[in-house]
């Protein structure tokens, strides 16, 4: 029921920015955590960073003063900035959305939804 579409990913230098995009659609009344997670090369999935509804944020500590998340609510989008990018920033990252209240008087938070992941390659 509800779709994730990600952009912003490509090729970038180290040490240079970038910046991700991700819009929810659906029967969407709010989204309780909407944020990034990564897989790297032959590694396993893991998390970037993530922001409540009411604004609080975690990240990874691999990226932590590197990256700034944000959320738009009225547009149901989530947002990732990452600046002084690394070669180990290289992964095909995937948005994620947990608990969505769809406005039927109860919040699922057993169902995750992923978008279908862009790459990011930090490469000279």
């Known amino acids: 029921q509800v779709q994730l579409v990600e952009s912003g990913g490509g090729l970038v230098q180290p040490g240079g920015s970038l910046r991700l995009s991700c819009a929810a659609s659906?029967?969407?009344?709010?989204?309780?955590?909407m944020g990034w997670y990564r897989q790297p090369p032959g590694k396993q999935r893991e998390l970037v960073a993530i922001?409540?509804?009411?604004?609080?944020?975690k990240y990874a500590e691999s990226v932590e003063g590197r990256c700034t998340v944000s959320r738009d609510d009225a547009k149901n989008t989530v947002n990732l900035l990452m600046s002084s990018l690394k070669p180990e920033d290289t992964a095909v990252y995937y948005c994620?959305?947990?608990?969505?209240?769809?406005?039927?008087?109860?919040?699922?938070?057993?169902?995750?939804?992923w978008g279908q992941g862009i790459q990011i390659t930090v490469s000279s």
């Open positions: 659906g029967n969407i009344a709010s989204i309780a955590e």
């Open positions: 922001m409540t509804r009411d604004g609080s944020t």
């Open positions: 994620n959305a947990e608990g969505v209240d769809y406005g039927l008087g109860y919040v699922d938070f057993g169902t995750h939804y």
